[in-house]
């Protein structure tokens, strides 16, 4: 009875979702100004159902257990040819890594307000379920006797305090104010403090060798430059790391990549984008 109270619960939930949706993406769209041949028939939808995935898949709940399974089996494997991992470091990315915020992904399509509306608030809640498997995978981590390192693009200041009740909460081990690297203002000397390479660079001046990253976006591992076909490529030329050196968890919500991509945010540039894609039936 629970169980079919639970499913018609989220019947509801779905609808009222999709039915708001509609209704926004029929106020967002505007007639008579898009390129004739590239219809824009997109609003909300991508964000709709991205949104959804993340949060009530089993299908991304298997994609996150299957990166944190070959993230566990890669540290046992480095113990067991290692005679200390004292000096070795794990560094993980926090939001869409070890943290879920689908539900502020959810509130922002409801409100038809992007990011960073409502973010701070949401963070400051610390309520984020933790990325299935992340906990046990970082617990293992600690029990090897690996370092771990927090590094994340939320901003400092305000969020550092419900970050770390965040994780703790959750039963993160190692968080402290040494591991919890945040985004910093920037100065003349860093001017680009969401580039994660700087906080890589400053753990590894400790002695520490990083040998596992965890992140659901390009940056989490390297400096995220590229753009278009050149991300494309540099990925390409790394992608032996993938699964060794790089763990990736799954994000379609939000990231680097649909700017990389060519999208400006916009619905016409998404239509531009699945206009390109459909280019082979044009060529038949
Ligand atoms: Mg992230």
């Not at 909300?44 to 944190?68: D, G, I, P």
């Not at 540290?75 to 689908?102: F, H, Q």
């Not at 305000?158 to 081990?173: I, Q, S």
């Not at 040998?211 to 753009?227: Q, V």
């Amino acid at each position: 009875m629970k169980k079919e109270n639970g499913r018609n619960s989220f019947r509801v939930i779905a609808v009222f979702i999709l039915t708001s949706v509609i209704l926004l993406t029929a106020c967002n769209q505007k007639s008579g100004n898009n390129p004739a041949d590239v219809p824009v028939i997109i609003g909300n939808e991508e964000a709709v159902l991205s949104t959804l995935y993340n949060h009530y898949s089993a299908e991304y709940r298997a994609l996150a257990w299957q990166a944190f399974n070959i993230a566990s089996e890669r540290i046992l494997d480095i113990t067991n040819g290692t005679e200390s991992t004292d000096s070795l470091a794990v560094v993980v990315d926090i939001d869409e890594t070890l943290l879920d915020n689908s539900p502020h992904q959810a509130l922002t399509i409801l409100t038809g307000d992007p990011y960073p509306a409502g973010w701070n608030e949401w963070c400051s809640l610390a309520v984020a379920e933790a990325i299935p498997g992340a906990v046990s995978f970082l617990n293992l981590a600690d029990s090897l006797g690996f370092s771990i390192f927090y590094v994340s693009n939320r901003h400092e200041d305000p969020l550092y305090e419900p970050t770390f009740k965040n994780l703790v909460e959750k039963g993160f081990p190692q968080v402290s104010s040494n591991s919890l690297l945040l985004r910093k203002k920037a100065t003349a000397t860093n001017p680009d403090p969401s580039n994660k390479e700087a906080r890589r660079k400053f753990i590894e001046s400790g002695g520490f060798n990083i040998i596992l990253y965890a992140g659901d976006n390009i940056g989490d591992f390297y400096s995220d430059k590229e753009k278009g076909d050149e991300r494309l490529k540099r990925a390409m030329e790394d992608r032996s790391s993938f699964g060794t050196t790089y763990i990736v968890l799954p994000n379609p919500m939000y990231g680097n990549w649909p700017s990389a991509a060519g999208s400006d945010g916009t619905p016409e540039s998404y239509a531009r984008l699945l206009h390109i894609m459909t280019e082979p039936f044009r060529k038949r």
